[in-house]
C-alpha cells in the first residue's frame, strides 16, 4: 500500500484486508507456486520494460497478478499477437481448479493506446474453471489481481468474455462470460443496433453493458453478447466502485479470533 495514495488507503486496503481473510485466500493464494518440473519453487517472474525499471515480482506477487493459486506449475514465455491476444509476456499456468484440458493465461503488455514504452496492461487471455472448483474461486483471485495491478501502476486489465445469452443452468460447460465479468467491473460499449428492439426506452437509450445491467440485470442476462471488455484500474473509476461493491456484497466478513 501508498500511504500516500488515498484511493489505495480508503478503498483498495480495506477491500484487500477482506479478500485476504477469505479461505480460499489463505489456503491458495499464499505464493506457493513451482517451475515445470513440478518440484522446484518458481520464486517468481521477470517483467522487463523497455523504458524504466522492470518489474521483479516474488511469487506472491506473481500469484496474485496473474490470478494462480498455489500449487501451480507456472512458464513465463514470450508471446506474438494472436487475434484480439496482444503481444508481451505471457505468464500460463496449470492447476486442479482448472477445467479439463485448460490453462490459465494472462498477458502483461504494452499499451499502444498511450506513448509510455512501460508495459502497462493486462490481458486474460483463458480462465475456465472446473464445476467443482471451490465457490468464489474467481472472485477472490480477481480481486486480488485488480488491487496488485493497480499497484504495480498498471492502467487497465482487458478479455474477450465469451458466450450469450439466454443462459442456460442445464449446461455446465456453456461459457457465461458476458455476464460475469460485468460484475466485476468490467464494461464495452454497444453498437446501437443491439438495443433496437429492447423492451423499454431507457434500455433502448443505454449505451454501455454498466448502463443496460443498471437498468435491467435480467435482459442482459438473456440477450447479452460476449465481446471485448475492459476494466478501468484508475483511481475512483467506475469498474472500481463496481467491483468494491460487488466484494462486499458477495464475500462474508471475516471471522475475528478471539
Not at 73 to 80: D, G, K, P, Q
Amino acid at each position: 500500500m501508498n500511504p500516500n495514495d488515498p484511493f489505495d488507503r480508503d478503498n483498495l486496503t480495506p477491500a484487500e484486508t477482506l479478500l485476504a481473510g477469505q479461505k480460499i485466500a489463505r489456503d491458495y493464494f499464499q505464493g506457493e507456486l513451482y517451475q515445470r518440473d513440478g518440484v522446484s519453487r518458481l520464486e517468481g517472474i521477470t517483467i522487463d520494460q523497455l523504458d524504466g525499471p522492470r518489474l521483479d515480482l516474488d511469487e506472491s506477487e506473481t500469484g496474485r497478478l496473474f490470478m494462480i493459486p498455489d500449487g501451480s506449475i507456472v512458464w513465463a514465455l514470450e508471446a506474438r499477437e494472436h487475434g484480439e491476444a496482444p503481444a508481451g509476456l505471457e505468464v500460463v499456468s496449470n492447476n486442479l481448479f482448472m477445467a479439463e484440458d485448460e490453462k490459465t493465461s494472462v498477458i502483461a503488455y504494452r499499451d499502444d493506446e498511450g506513448a509510455s514504452l512501460r508495459v502497462d496492461a493486462l490481458y486474460i487471455r483463458r480462465l475456465i474453471l472446473a464445476v467443482d472448483a471451490p465457490e468464489r474461486m474467481a472472485t477472490v483471485a480477481f480481486g486480488l489481481m485488480a488491487i496488485s495491478a493497480y499497484r504495480l501502476g498498471f492502467g487497465h486489465i482487458s478479455l474477450f468474455a465469451a458466450g450469450n445469452g439466454p443462459i442456460d443452468p442445464d449446461d455446465p460447460d456453456g461459457f457465461v462470460g458476458f455476464a460475469v465479468w460485468p460484475k466485476f467491473g468490467f464494461d464495452a460499449p454497444l453498437e446501437p443496433a443491439e438495443l433496437n428492439m429492447a423492451p423499454s426506452e431507457p434500455l433502448r437509450a443505454c449505451r454501455t453493458i454498466q448502463e443496460v445491467i443498471a437498468v435491467d440485470q435480467n435482459w442482459w442476462n438473456v440477450h447479452g453478447r460476449g465481446r471485448d471488455m475492459r476494466f478501468d484500474l484508475s483511481a475512483d473509476s467506475r469498474s472500481w466502485a463496481i467491483l468494491l461493491n460487488y466484494l462486499y456484497q458477495s464475500l462474508p466478513l471475516p471471522e475475528i479470533e478471539s
